[in-house]
């Protein structure tokens, strides 16, 4: 299959979900990491779709959601230094930190600019040469190299008033920190595509070896996401967990080796704060020393002041799989896409950005 639309035929995705409930005995309970597969799967019903052996829980696979709000609040001072520009992609302007967004930084008079592109933000560097550039780097292993590339390229153009804000996340971290919590208990993981193409299926051998529990790579369309299902059922009926690919269009066990090689140039795995996990040893990315010239966080003294959490809001809970948007009072009501009070409201990718947009008819599974 060559076209999209082609993984969404319908009577493809009646044949999986036959073949599901049929070889479904036993109940098992998968996560989908990724945002991206939560918006496929509530976008096409497919958690009403299986059968009622299979529970699907959604994970913290969105950079945006697991941001904490002390490092939110480190990009909103930046973006109040006197002549500063702040460039960063789209989502991370409308997530409220401690106090503030961005958005209402840029409304009070900050400079912050959304950007497609790391290129774009080397391109107002370059148009700026009396100003400083900060590009805010949130997001997974799927982001890094395309800012790491941005390093490399600053350097090599000699550009001295360009650097990055790395509040990058790494993916095999935080799901070991998951599953040593043992608040979560899991029979399978659909593992995320995006991420994956970058890492390579090797990166959650250790799920399968170590933990036990089964895991498929899938991409982001309805059959994409029926196949790795069926492929997990298939997995956990056999009592054999192992790591497939149901997205070999986009994945190979080795990953992206030029983008790997890119992110090992330039950064190096650090302590990070996810938001309502706490801080995980080495799931986070920081420049290393060689590039500390591009390093936001060594360039500016930024002082965020005192941190505090949204009232109400249970966004860590839910990005763990221990709660879903239905058990926050404020879903819908007090915090909507229009007015969010969480970051799980605000990213596209987030579970109650999700649950808001499609329902979920109050099913669980
Ligand atoms: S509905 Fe809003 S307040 Fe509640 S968890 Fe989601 S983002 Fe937080």
Redesign the pocket.
Known sequence: MKFASEFRQGKLAQGLLSKIRGASKRPARFMEFCGGHTVTIFRYGIRQALPETIMMLSGPGCPICVTANADLDKAIALARIPGLIIATFGDAIRVPGSYTSLQVARAEGADVRIVYSTLDALRIAEENPGRKVVFLGIGFETTAPTIAASVLQAKEDGLANYSVLSLHKLCPPVIKALLDSGEVALDGFICPGHVSAITGSKAWEFIARDYGISCVVAGFEPLDVLQSVDMLVAQVERGEPMVEIAYRRGVQPEGNTEALRLMDEVFEPCSAEWRGMGTIPDSGLRLKDDYRRFDAEKVFEIDPGPTRE?S????GE?LQGLKT?HD?????E??TPEE???????SSE???STY?RYGGGGIER
Not at 328 to 332: A, H, I, R, V
Not at 340 to 346: E, T
């Open positions: 949204p109400g809001c249970i966004c839910i948007p926050c009072p404020l879903f819908g007090a915090c969010p009070v969480g970051p799980c409201m605000v987030g579970s109650c808001y």
